[in-house]
């Protein structure tokens, strides 16, 4: 693939069960990408290593404030020369058609940034949670949305303002980039795979960055989408199954706990 002019960001700690297809779910569509590791004591590490690609760059440092993995992104930030940036979380995974789709975006001209629609994932690869749930308002839309492509060129002063998880993109007059005129940006209508509630370590819940292990027990609904192409291609035997779905327990105490979810956000 030509050069796109765009690089990848990702910042990991303890992702050994996603972060294979995630780095190669987007990896041709960069030019670079840039990951920074943050104390993995799982296989996160040796699978990042595994992956062959001149493309990538991986830095290792402990973060043990979040003040700092905010720092740590602002150096990649600093770092990259191209005009895009693509924000990639290590439990992402995209189909070729919203990869595609995002980088198309990137060739319209004067677009600020995209929008990026996600399934978020219950038990399994194969359901999701319902889209009123847990949604984000970015623009005046409603949904299971992020922002994950930012260009640089049209945002001059770019850089980073908050502590993690709460960061947030600011341009060098100090506005959010969430302030910006949604007429310059874009909204993919693919999806992308995002596995938050998903088992995300092969060691475990509460490893990963500040504890924020988010696995969920919910029915969810169906997903009637196609799989991303990464899951079916030969994989190293260090990789995790992305098929196993989930079992008889699961779907027990998820039937369980999802009448009472549903009550209390109806109260709430």
Same mark, same amino acid.
């Given at each position: ?17 996603? =972060?294979?297809? &995630? ?9 670079? $990408? ?16 595994? /992956? ?10 402990? &973060?043990?404030?979040? %003040? @700092? =993995? ?19 979380? &290590? ?13 198309? $975006? ?16 219950? #038990?399994? =690869? *194969? ?8 949604? *984000? ?5 409603? #949904?299971?949305?992020?922002?994950? @492509?930012?260009?640089?060129?049209? @945002?001059?002063?770019?850089? *980073? ?33 995002? &596995?938050? *509630? ?32 990464? $899951? ?10 992305? $098929? ?18 549903? /009550? %209390?956000?109806?109260? @709430?």
């Amino acid at each position: 693939m030509t050069k796109t002019n765009i690089t990848a960001h990702m910042i990991v700690k303890n992702e050994d069960q996603w =972060v294979y297809f &995630a780095i190669n779910s987007v990896l041709p569509y960069v030019d670079h $990408f840039l990951i920074t590791d943050t104390g993995s004591t799982d296989n996160t590490l040796k699978i990042i290593r595994s /992956i062959k690609s001149p493309k990538i760059k991986l830095t290792q440092t402990e &973060a043990g404030t979040q %003040k @700092l =993995v905010t720092a740590l992104r602002q150096d990649q930030l600093n770092k990259t020369t191209t005009s895009w940036v693509w924000i990639v979380d &290590a439990d992402e995974i995209y189909p070729q058609k919203t990869a595609q789709e995002c980088l198309d $975006f990137t060739k319209q001209g004067e677009v600020e940034g995209v929008v990026v629609r996600r399934y978020d994932l219950l #038990g399994d =690869v *194969y359901h999701k949670q319902i889209e009123s749930v847990g949604e *984000y308002r970015l623009f005046g839309y409603a #949904g299971h949305l992020l922002v994950r @492509l930012i260009n640089r060129d049209f @945002l001059k002063g770019l850089h *980073y303002e908050g502590n993690y998880p709460n960061e947030g993109f600011y341009t060098g007059e100090g506005q959010s980039i969430l302030g910006r005129d949604k007429s310059q940006w874009r909204f993919t209508t693919h999806h992308l795979y995002h &596995a938050m *509630y998903l088992k995300r370590s092969s060691l475990g819940g509460n490893l990963n960055m500040f504890n924020r292990n988010k696995y969920k027990l919910e029915t969810g609904i169906t997903i009637k989408d196609s799989l991303p192409e990464i $899951f079916y291609l030969p994989l190293p035997s260090i990789i995790p199954n992305p $098929f196993t779905k989930r079992g008889i327990i699961y779907e027990i105490l998820a039937s369980i706990i999802s009448p009472l979810k549903r /009550i %209390k956000r109806k109260v @709430l």
